[in-house]
C-alpha cells in the first residue's frame, strides 16, 4: 500500500544573536535603505557572500599547493569547475 508522495522537505531557521559594533550596524542599515531590504536580510547576504568567500579561500589554497584537483576544489566551495579555474585564473 503507497502513502502517497512525500511532503515537500521543510526550511528551518535558527535565530542568532550578534553583537556588533555600531558602524557595522549602521553601515548595514545604510545598504539595507540603499537596496530596500531589512537588516536581518543583508546580514544573511553578507554572512552567505563571506562562508562564499572563505570557501574559495580554502579550495584555492588545496588546490594551489597540490593538495586537491580543481574539480574536487570547485566541489569544496560548490562551484562549476569552470567557476573555479575563471575565479583563480584572476586570483594567481
Known sequence: MSEG???PAERYSTVVQ????????????GI???????RSEVA?????MSIQELAFEAAFDEWRTGR????????????TTWEFMDRASRRA
Open 32 to 38: 539595507a535603505e540603499r537596496e530596500g531590504l531589512t
Open 68 to 79: 586537491t584537483t580543481a574539480v574536487a576544489a570547485a566541489e569544496m566551495c560548490h562551484m
Open 5 to 7: 508522495p512525500s511532503p
Open 44 to 48: 544573511k547576504r553578507l554572512l552567505a
Open 18 to 29: 550578534l553583537e556588533l559594533p555600531d558602524e557595522l550596524v549602521s553601515d548595514m542599515d
